[in-house]
C-alpha cells in the first residue's frame, strides 16, 4: 500500500524504533458505522470486493441472509445479520458491517513475528504488508475480532486495509463511498466521535433507546472503526461485537514477559553449562583399577 | 533394539581399549534426523519468537520459507522422536540404579564421579532427557498443529488458540533447556559422547565409567561380544 | 410519486406499508432516514414480515397479507374518533363537505348501491354529488332526477357531475361525504381490526396514537408521508388501499405538502417513465384516455374525456383537463403530423379504438385460449412474472411466434425447455422463437423517469457487446419493413402506418433525443402568448405545455413532458445542486414532470389565505403585492388566481379539491374503500361474511385458474418479494448478486417450521391450488404466527428472483421451479394488478 503520505508508526516484527514513532498528526482517521440506520443493503460487500478486485466466490445459502458465516482473505467486509428477540419478547434484526477494526492497540500486530508484516501508520490505520507477511497466522491469535484470514495459495495473511491506498490520495474508504444511507461517515476520530455520540444521545433522547452508546472499547486502545448500537451494553447481539475486547492476555504475555523470561532462560542455560564448563570441565574417563582384568 | 548388543570388535588387540558398539546405524541416524530437525524447528522458532532473533530465518531462506518449513520439520522431528521411542523406551525405563543415582547426582554435575552408583545403557539425566523430549515433542506437535490451522479453530473455542500459543511457547523452552544441556553434555562435558553418536563406537573405559551396568552386562556376556 | 425521494426528509412521521424501501430502494430510503436523524422523525412499518425496512423503524407492526384496508381504516376511524384532523384543510381542499346523492348506500353488507350480480359490475350512478348550494343552510334537497333506466341492451348514458355541487362547510349533513366517511369507517374500530389483520389491539392503538399525533390539538405543523410500493398495488383491492392512504392523508392535511404525500415507490428505474408513456392498454401518452368504439368521431372521444367543473358555487375550480383536447390534438399532430387534418379530425380515426380488456393477464388467457397468436416481449420475462407462470409457458407453447428482446437468454425465450417439458413434448411445441440480443441500461442513452417523476438524462457508458443491438434501433428496423410491407401490399387499413411520422434523421436508428424532442412538441406556426407578446416561432420546441393549441398549430408526444427539451436545450441532463431553501427542491436538477413541479398539489402547503401552514418549510405562497403565487418549488396551481376565489388546490380534480369520495366511474370497485378478503384467504370477511370478496373481481375460468380455499388443506398465507441482493429475474446472471444471496430459499416462521419439522436450510415444497415450489428453508424468528378472528394463522414469504436460467440454476444449483408458478391469476378491477400477495399453499418437506 502507499506509503508516501503513511508514516508508520508501528511496525510488528521489529527491532528498534519505528519511522512514524511518536510523531503526533493532527488526526487519527476513523469509520463511524451507525448500526441503527444500517440496512444491511451490502454495498459495502460489493465495493469492498470492487475495489479491491476479488471476484466472486461460491456461497452457500445458510438459513440468513448473511453473505457467508464470517470474512474471509477475499472478502474483509461482511454484513452479519442477527435475529435478536428484545425483553419485550418482540423481535429486531440487527445488522452491524463486519471488518478489521483498526485498533489503536492491535492485537494482530503485537502477535506478528515478521518484521514489517503488520504496520500501524500514524493515522491509525492498521495494514497488513503482505511482501512481509510469512503466513504464520498468529495474528489470528492476537485479535480480538477475529479478523485476519489466511489466503492458503499464497500463503499470506490478508483483511480490510480501510482502504489505506484510498486514504493515502485523499479519498474515503470504498465501503463509505457505496453506502446508500449514510450510515457510514469517515474522518478524524474527534469528528466522529463526536457524530457518534450525538447520534447516540439523539437515539436516547428522541427515540426511546435508553441503552444506546458508542462501540469505541478502551480494552485495545480505542478502534479505528467505531459503532453506534441501540444497545450498547450488549453488543454480542451484532453478529458477537466483544463486549470488552483485549489482546488475550496469552499473546500479550508471550509478546511480552515470556519472551525475556524466556529469553534469558535460554541465555541462562548457556552461561550455566559454560560456567559448568570452566568450573568442573571435562569429565575424565576412569580406567579400571582392580576390576576386571585392572590396568593395562 | 532396545539395547546395544553389538559390541564391535577391538581395532587393536586387548579388552581394556576395545570397543563397543554402543549405537547402531539406526539409532545413529534417526539421532541425527531428530537433532538435524530440531534445530531447524528451533532455528526458525527462535526467529518467529524474537524480533532479536528474526534474522535467523534470514539465514534459513526467509521468513516466508521458515514458516512453510518449520512445521514439517517439527513432523519430522516428531516422527524420528517416535522412532527413538520405539527403539529405546524399554531402556529409559526408571531402574532402582537410577533411584539410587539421582540422590546422588549432584556429585555427578560436579565431575564426582568416583562414588556414584553405576547405571545402565543410559543414565538417569540420559532419561530425564528422553522423556523431556518425548513429552515435548507430543505437545509440541498438538499444539503446533493448532498454530499452523489456527482459522480451523472455530472462533467459540478459541481458547484453544490461545492455550496451543501457551503450550507450544512452554514445551519448546522445556525442550531448549534441555536441548543445550544435552549439547553441552554430549560435546564438552562427557568426551568420548559425541563420537558414540557419530561412529557409535566407545572404549570400554568409557562405558565402564559411564555407564558400568551396561558395560558389565556386555562383558558378562549377557550381550553378544566380539 | 405527490412528492419525491429527496422530500422524504422533510417528514415528521412517516408510514411504511406495502413497500420495503430499505431493500428494494435503498438509494431513495437514505432520505427516510435522514429524515429521522435531522427531524426526529418517527418510521412506522406495517409488514406481513419483519423486513430490513422494519429493522430502521420506531414501531413495526405484523399484518396479514391482504388486509391493509383494515388497518388504514382503523387508522380512519381512530383519526377521526379523537379529532385529530385537519379540519380547515379538510373542509376547504377535499370534498369532505359535498354531498352526495339520495340513494347512494354504504357496504354494511360488503355491497355499495347499485351493484348487479349478473354482470358483477355496479352501475355507479348513485356515486354522484348532489347538485344544489349551501346545504348547511337549506334543507337536504330531493329534487334530483333520477337517472333514467337505460333501455336493455344499450349501455346507460354516461352521468356526469353536477357543475354545481350541494355542500355543507359545517361538514354536518347526514350524507356529506365526511359523515359517510364517519359511517363507513366507523365499523373499523380497533377490535375489529385486530380481527382482520391480526394486529393486536394495543399495538394497533400505539400506531395509530404515533402516527396521527401530527395532528394533535389541530396543529397544522407536523406532516406525515406514507410509503408504498406493489405490497399494495398486487391485490385483489390494491387500488383501493392506495385510496385508503390518499383519504387518511387528505384527512391529516399531509398531500401537497413537504414531507407528506402519497409516495409510490415505483420498482424499477423506468417505470414511472413506462406508465407516463401509456404503458397500459387503457391509456395514452401523458394519462389520456384511449378511445372506445362509442367515441365515433374526435369531438365524441374529447368530450367524453373532458371533464367539466363540479363543485360548489362559491368556490373556483381550474379543472386543468379541461385542456384535454390541446393535448390530445397535439398528441395526434405529433404521431400524424402533416397527415393530421382539422378535416380528418386529426387523423382521429387512425387510433385504434379499444374494445375490452386487453391488460396483462387477460393477453395470456387469450394465448392460453389461442386466440393471441404471437408476442413481442422486450425488457421484461413475461414467463418469470406471472401470474400462474405455468399458464403462461402452457399459453406459449400454443403461439405461433414470440419475439424476445432481451440481454440474457430468459425463462420466457427458454419456455420450450422449462422443467417438465420432456424431448417428447419439446418435439411437439411449434412456437417459432426469436431472441434479439438486446442493450442494456449502460449501452444506451435517453432518459429514465424515476419515483419523484425526474427525467434524467444519461450517457452511453459501453459499447453494446457483439451482435447486440439498441432497443430502439430494432423496433425502428420491424416498424420500416412492416411500413414497406404495407406500401407493396396494401392491407386492410394501411394509412395510420403509412401516415405515422417517422421524422428522425436516421430512421433505421433514430436518436433517443429526437424523440425526446418529439415528446416535449414544437411549435407548428408561429404562436403569440395575448397576455405577454412571447412569441414562438414555427419549428421551434415549446417551453411547456402551457402553449398546447387543439387547432393543429402544435405538436407534443406526451404532454405531461412538455418543457424537458425546449429551445434552450435538454433539460434533462442539468444536474444543479443548488437548493436555496434547503428542502431538497434542486430545481436544477434534471427536470420533473409537470413543468419541473416537484411536490404536486403543492398549493396545499398554504392555509385558505396563501400563507405556508409551515413557515419553517415554504415551499410556495401568495405574493400580495405582485398577485401572483410564488415560492421555492413551481407553483401547482394558476398562478395568479387569488385565494379569495377560492379555487381548490387539486387542479387536475374536476372539483378543485381532493376527493374523499370518488364519485362515478372513478373506481370500479366503491366510491370509498372497504376491505375485502383476498380471493383466496384463510377466513371468511369478519365485516360481511357474506361478501368476503371484492364483488366486481371476475376470476378467469380457463383449466389453468384453479382456486384455493382453507377446506382444500390450503391454509398458510404466502406472500411474494425482492431481495435487495438481486433485481427481477435479471442479476441471477451476475455472479456479484449471485454471491450475496445465492439460492432460492422461502422464510418460514420458526414455530410453523417445528410444527412441520423443518429446519434451516432443509429443502421445502411450497404448494398451491396451481404447482408446487421447491426451495431451502430460512427459519425465522421476523415471521410470527398470527391469529386472525381467533383463528391461528401462518404466512411465509418467497422472493421472487429464480427460476430456471441464471448462473446458479445452470449449474443444477437450484431446484429451477419459478416463484410465480404459485400465484393466482386473479386482478385489480381498476388497475389490472395481478394479486400475488396473499394467496394460498401447503408447505411440506421435499
Known sequence: MSQATLAIRKISGHAGPAPGEGVERDYQVCKLVDTTTCIGCKACEVACLEWNGYTFTDTVFDNSYQTMPQTAWNYWNLIKFNEHEREDGTVTLLMRKDQCMHCADPGCLAACPADGAIVQYTNGIVDFQQENCIGCGYCVSGCPFDIPKFNPATKKMFKCTLCSDRVSEGLEPACIKSCPTGCLHFGSKDDMKDLAETRADQLRENFGFEKAGVYDPAGVGGTGVIYVLHDATNPEAYGGLPKDPHIPWVVRFWKGPAKWIGNLAMLGGILGVTLHYLRYGPKEVHPPKNENGGQP | MSTAQVVSSGRTAGETDGRICRYTLGERVHHWLGAFTYVYCLITGLAFWSPYMFWLAVLVGGGPTARFWHPWFGLAFAFSMFWMFKMWHRDMRTTDADRRWSKVMKQYIENDDQNLPPVGRFNYGQKLFFWLMFYGVILLVISGLGLWFVESIPWSLRWLRYTAVTVHVVAALATIGGFIIHVYMGTAMVRGGFTSIIRGEVTTTWARTHHRLWYEQIMSGTSRKQ | ?846
Open chain 3, 1 to 846: 410519486m405527490t412528492n419525491g425521494w429527496i422530500d422524504i426528509k422533510n417528514a415528521d412521521m412517516m408510514l411504511v406499508m406495502g413497500g420495503n424501501p430499505a431493500e428494494n430502494h435503498p438509494c431513495g430510503f437514505k432520505w427516510a432516514i435522514e429524515a429521522k436523524k435531522t427531524r426526529n422523525a418517527k418510521l412506522i412499518v406495517v409488514d406481513p414480515r419483519f423486513t430490513r425496512t422494519a429493522a430502521t423503524s420506531d414501531l413495526f407492526l405484523q399484518i396479514r397479507a391482504g388486509a391493509d384496508i383494515a388497518f388504514l381504516g382503523g387508522m380512519l376511524h381512530y383519526a377521526i374518533e379523537t379529532n385529530r384532523i385537519a379540519k380547515e384543510y379538510l373542509v376547504n381542499y377535499t370534498n369532505a363537505a359535498f354531498i352526495v346523492k339520495d340513494g347512494f348506500k354504504l357496504p354494511e353488507d360488503g355491497l355499495y348501491s347499485g351493484f348487479d350480480a349478473a354482470s358483477q359490475t355496479y352501475d355507479r350512478s348513485s356515486w354522484n354529488y348532489e347538485e344544489g348550494n349551501d346545504a348547511g343552510s337549506a334543507a337536504p334537497s330531493h329534487t334530483a332526477a333520477k337517472a333514467a333506466a337505460p333501455a336493455p341492451g344499450t349501455p346507460p348514458p354516461l352521468p356526469l357531475l353536477p357543475a354545481k355541487v350541494a355542500y355543507d362547510l359545517t361538514l354536518q349533513h347526514p350524507r356529506c361525504v365526511f359523515q359517510l366517511l364517519r359511517q363507513q369507517y366507523s365499523r373499523y374500530t380497533p377490535e375489529m381490526v385486530e380481527r382482520i389483520t391480526g394486529i393486536p389491539k394495543d399495538h394497533f392503538l400505539k400506531a395509530a396514537d404515533l402516527f396521527t399525533s401530527i395532528r394533535k390539538d389541530g396543529d397544522m405543523k407536523k406532516v406525515a408521508t406514507i410509503m408504498y410500493a406493489v405490497g399494495w398495488t398486487q391485490h385483489s383491492f390494491g387500488t383501493q388501499i392506495i385510496r385508503t392512504a390518499a383519504i387518511l392523508q387528505l384527512l391529516l392535511g399531509n398531500i401537497g405538502r413537504a414531507g407528506g404525500g402519497v409516495n409510490a415507490l415505483r420498482g424499477h428505474s423506468n417505470i414511472q417513465g413506462a406508465t407516463d408513456m401509456g404503458g397500459v392498454f387503457d391509456s395514452l401518452p401523458g394519462y389520456l384516455k384511449v378511445p372506445n368504439p362509442t367515441d365515433v368521431d374526435l369531438a365524441a372521444w374529447l368530450k367524453r374525456i373532458t371533464p367539466a367543473a363540479s363543485k360548489p358555487a362559491p368556490w373556483d375550480s381550474f379543472n386543468y383537463w379541461s385542456n384535454t383536447p390541446k393535448f390530445a390534438v397535439s398528441y395526434l399532430k405529433a404521431f400524424f403530423g402533416d397527415a393530421a387534418t382539422k378535416e380528418n379530425d386529426f387523423a382521429y380515426q387512425y387510433m385504434p379504438k379499444v374494445d375490452r380488456n386487453y391488460s396483462w393477464t387477460q393477453i395470456w388467457d387469450n394465448m392460453y385460449r389461442g386466440s393471441v397468436k404471437g408476442m413481442f416481449a422486450f425488457g421484461m420475462n413475461g414467463v418469470a412474472i406471472g401470474p400462474d407462470s405455468q399458464k403462461n409457458i402452457d399459453a406459449l407453447k400454443k403461439a405461433d411466434f414470440l419475439v424476445v428482446g432481451e440481454i440474457y437468454p430468459d425463462e420466457t425465450s427458454e419456455f420450450w425447455k422449462s422443467p417438465g417439458i420432456n424431448p417428447e413434448e419439446m418435439k411437439t411445441i411449434n412456437t417459432t422463437v426469436y431472441r434479439l440480443p438486446c442493450a442494456g441500461f449502460a449501452e444506451k442513452d435517453g432518459s429514465m423517469t424515476n419515483s419523484a417523476r425526474w427525467l434524467q438524462w444519461k450517457n452511453v457508458a459501453v459499447p453494446t457487446p457483439g451482435d447486440c443491438r439498441l432497443d430502439q434501433d430494432i423496433v425502428a428496423q420491424i416498424f420500416l419493413k412492416v411500413r414497406e410491407l404495407y406500401q407493396k401490399d396494401g392491407g386492410k387499413f394501411p394509412d395510420p402506418i403509412l401516415n405515422l411520422t417517422w421524422p428522425y434523421v436516421n430512421a433505421q436508428h433514430p436518436a433517443l433525443g429526437d424523440l425526446a424532442k418529439e415528446m416535449n412538441g414544437k411549435a407548428l406556426a408561429d404562436l403569440t402568448d395575448p397576455k405577454t407578446q412571447v412569441t414562438i416561432k414555427k419549428g421551434q420546441q415549446l417551453p411547456g405545455f402551457a402553449w398546447l393549441k387543439d387547432d393543429g398549430t402544435t405538436s407534443c408526444g406526451i404532454w405531461i413532458y412538455s418543457g424537458c427539451w425546449t429551445e434552450a436545450g435538454n433539460q434533462l441532463s442539468r444536474r444543479g445542486t443548488e437548493d436555496p431553501s434547503g428542502q431538497g427542491i434542486y430545481q436544477n436538477w434534471s427536470w420533473s414532470w409537470p413543468a419541473n413541479r416537484r411536490v404536486l398539489y403543492n398549493r396545499a402547503s398554504c392555509d385558505p389565505l396563501g400563507k405556508p401552514w409551515d413557515a419553517t418549510r415554504k415551499q410556495v405562497w401568495w405574493n400580495e403585492s405582485a398577485q401572483l403565487w410564488v415560492g421555492n418549488d413551481v407553483p401547482d396551481f394558476k398562478p395568479d388566481s387569488n385565494p379569495k376565489d377560492h379555487m381548490g388546490p387539486f387542479i387536475m380534480n374536476a372539483e378543485g379539491v381532493g376527493r374523499i369520495f370518488a364519485p362515478l366511474g372513478l373506481f370500479a370497485d366503491g366510491p370509498l374503500p372497504e376491505h375485502y378478503e383476498p380471493i383466496e384467504s384463510p377466513v371468511q370477511n369478519a365485516l360481511h361474511p357474506n361478501q368476503s370478496n371484492n364483488p366486481v373481481v371476475k376470476k378467469l375460468k380457463t383449466a389453468a385458474d384453479k382456486y384455493a380455499t382453507p377446506g382444500d388443506g390450503f391454509n398458510i398465507i404466502c406472500t411474494t418479494y425482492r431481495l435487495t441482493e438481486h433485481y427481477h429475474y435479471w442479476t441471477k446472471n451476475n455472479q456479484m448478486n449471485v454471491q450475496l444471496i445465492p439460492e432460492a430459499f422461502v422464510e418460514i416462521p420458526v414455530e410453523l417450521a417445528a410444527e412441520l419439522g423443518i429446519k434451516g436450510n432443509d429443502k421445502v415444497k411450497v404448494t398451491s391450488a396451481r404447482s408446487y415450489y421447491v426451495a431451502k428453508a430460512f427459519v425465522t424468528k421476523r415471521i410470527k404466527p398470527m391469529t386472525i378472528d381467533g383463528k391461528k394463522v401462518y404466512q411465509i414469504g418467497i422472493p421472487i428472483h429464480q427460476g430456471y436460467r441464471g448462473i446458479q440454476e445452470d449449474e443444477g444449483k437450484n431446484a429451477r421451479t419459478i416463484l410465480n408458478r404459485l400465484t393466482p391469476t386473479v386482478v385489480d378491477p381498476n388497475a389490472y394488478t395481478p394479486e400475488f400477495k396473499g394467496f394460498l399453499v401447503k408447505l411440506e418437506k421435499a
